[in-house]
């Protein structure tokens, strides 16, 4: 449970349709949204953008709070790159882009992509 005093605890609202990524166990995988408070400036594009409910707002401070941050998508930067402030982060220190693709090659995913190919091929097929 959240708490007032505990802003940023991370709850499990929601995390189990977002458990996994492409059979992954998602909490294996170091991909979440970071804020910088400094920057923020409250505008909460970013909590009322994400359609996966990593955010909420601190309506009293101003401020939008990480809450669920393994619910982020894989790769997405949806929120870092709308955030005017430039105070959403994804990796310190390195490109977000080479993180993500650091994860793809480190999860060995591509096999599993390919039978999943083969099990959405009705859905996919182009
Ligand atoms: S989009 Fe950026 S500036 Fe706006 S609330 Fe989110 S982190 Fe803060
Ligand atoms: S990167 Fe995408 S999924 Fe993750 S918190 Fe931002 S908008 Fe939501």
């Known amino acids: 449970m959240n708490c007032s005093c ?7 609202e929601n995390n189990a349709q977002f458990a ?4 992954i166990d998602r909490n294996a995988i170091d991909w979440q949204p ?9 505008c909460g594009l970013c909590a ?6 990593v955010y909420k707002y601190d309506y009293e401070n101003k401020k939008s709070k990480v809450v ?3 619910n982020c ?4 930067q949806t929120c870092a790159n709308l955030c005017p402030a430039g105070a959403i982060t ?3 220190g390195a490109d977000t882009r080479e993180k993500a693709q650091k994860i ?4 060995r995913i591509l096999p599993a992509i390919q039978k999943e190919l083969e099990n959405k091929k009705e859905e996919l097929k182009f």
Do not use: L, Y
């Open 6 to 12: 505990q802003p940023n605890q991370p709850s499990k």
């Open 20 to 23: 996994k990524w492409h059979g």
């Open 34 to 42: 970071k804020i910088d408070e400094a920057k923020c400036i409250g």
């Open 48 to 53: 009322t953008t994400c359609g996966r409910k």
């Open 68 to 70: 669920n941050p393994n």
């Open 73 to 76: 998508m894989v790769a997405c």
């Open 90 to 92: 994804f990796a310190e």
């Open 104 to 107: 793809v090659r480190e999860t």
